[in-house]
C-alpha cells in the first residue's frame, strides 16, 4: 500500500474510508445515523492538503458524527479551523440520489435553505492521480440554469458569477475535491458564503434587509474566529 488513496478496494485507506460513507449516505438520518468516521487534518501525515479537504468535505457534507484522530494541541491554525468547520452538525439530509450510478461516486448535493435565501451546496471529488476538471449539470442537482448565479468555492474563498447549463470547475488537485455554494442572484444584497461552516449558509441565524441596511447574525454555537 503506498498511501491511503493508491490501496487495493479490501484494505483499509481513506478512499474506501469515503466511499463506503458515500454509498452508505442515503441511510443517513432516514434510516439511522452514520458510524462515526475518523478524521485526519494535521500536516505530517500521508495524505496530501488536497486528500484532507476532500476527507473533511465528504464527512462535513453528509452531517454525520466523526473523530477527530490528531493532538489538536498539535495542529496548526488553519488544519484547526478545518476541523473545527465542520462543527455544528449541518442540519437536515444530503442529497445522495447519484451515489448508486459509479463505484466511486463523486457528487454530493446538499441544499441549505435559511434566513440569508436557498443555497445549493454540491462536492464534486476527482478520483483520478492527476489534476482534472469536474463538471455537473445544473439541472441534473435541481438548479435552474437560467440567469446569472453566484458560485462560491469554499476552498479557494472566490466567488463568480456564472450563466450556462453546464458548470465547470478549474482543475482539482489528484484526490481532491470542488466545494461549492450556489445561490441565484436574485436581490441586489445577498449572502454568497463564509470559511465558517463547511456548509455555508447554515451559519446565519438572521438576515433582514431594508431601508437601505443590512442586518444579519452568524450563530455557530461555538468560538470561531
Not at 454509498?23 to 486528500?51: C, I, V
Not at 439530509?93 to 451515489?99: G, N, R
Not at 463538471?135 to 446569472?148: K, N, Q
Request: net charge negative.
Amino acid at each position: 500500500m503506498r498511501g491511503p488513496f493508491r490501496s487495493a478496494p479490501c484494505l483499509p485507506a481513506t478512499r474506501n474510508s469515503i466511499a463506503g460513507s458515500l454509498n452508505r449516505a442515503w441511510t443517513q438520518r432516514r434510516w439511522w445515523w452514520l458510524d462515526a468516521d475518523n478524521l485526519l487534518a494535521r500536516e505530517k501525515q500521508e495524505m496530501t492538503a488536497a486528500e484532507v479537504q476532500t476527507l473533511l468535505t465528504v464527512e462535513g457534507m453528509l452531517g454525520s458524527h466523526y473523530v477527530l484522530s490528531d493532538d489538536v494541541s498539535e495542529l496548526s491554525e488553519e488544519r484547526l479551523r478545518w476541523a473545527a468547520s465542520l462543527l455544528p452538525v449541518a442540519p437536515g439530509q444530503v442529497d445522495a440520489s447519484a451515489t448508486f450510478e459509479e463505484m466511486l461516486p463523486g457528487r454530493l448535493v446538499r441544499r441549505v435553505e435559511g434566513p440569508a435565501g436557498l443555497m445549493t451546496l454540491i462536492t464534486l471529488i476527482n478520483w483520478s492521480d492527476r489534476p482534472s476538471s469536474l463538471a455537473v449539470e445544473l439541472p441534473e442537482i435541481g438548479v435552474s440554469s437560467e440567469g446569472p448565479l453566484m458560485v462560491y468555492d469554499y476552498w479557494h474563498q472566490t466567488v463568480s458569477v456564472y450563466q450556462g447549463q453546464e458548470l465547470r470547475t478549474d482543475p482539482v488537485p489528484p484526490h481532491g475535491v470542488a466545494h461549492l455554494a450556489i445561490q441565484r442572484r436574485s436581490a441586489e444584497v445577498f449572502y454568497v458564503g463564509s470559511n465558517l461552516h463547511i456548509c455555508p449558509g447554515t451559519e446565519v441565524s438572521a438576515w433582514r434587509v431594508g431601508d437601505g441596511e443590512l442586518h444579519f447574525s452568524i450563530s455557530l454555537g461555538r468560538r470561531a474566529r
